[in-house]
């Protein structure tokens, strides 16, 4: 929504030189991708396999950056089936690392 890309772009703008903007009806700027002098930073405004983002927040996985920077991102199982329903021959590898990963934890 709007008010999130405004607080986005209020607190991380300074390093992406541009803003982030809305995905356009016909799917544009699904992707959007910066380079910052951090490394590279990609913002996916939409994801296979997830019907929104408020379905995976009760599982979502609270991670801290280099300073201690709390970050949220998606539980190992929800990456999981992202990359399994966007089923591109580059996520194969990726699969297979996430089962064994999951495998582990239910070990």
């Given at each position: 929504d709007v008010e999130n890309f405004r607080r986005l772009n209020e607190s991380i703008g300074m390093w992406l030189g541009e803003s982030i903007v809305p995905m356009g009806p016909q799917g544009e700027n699904f992707v959007q991708t910066f380079q910052t002098p951090f490394g590279i930073l990609q913002f996916h405004l939409a994801v296979p396999g997830i019907p929104s983002f408020e379905s995976v927040e009760n599982s979502a996985v609270e991670l801290f950056l280099?300073?201690?920077?709390p970050c949220?991102?998606?539980?190992l199982l929800d990456l999981l089936r992202t990359k399994q329903a966007a089923g591109r021959p580059q996520d194969q590898v990726d699969i297979e690392f996430l089962q064994e990963k999951l495998q582990s934890a239910q070990s």
């Open positions: 280099e300073g201690g920077t949220r991102v998606l539980s």
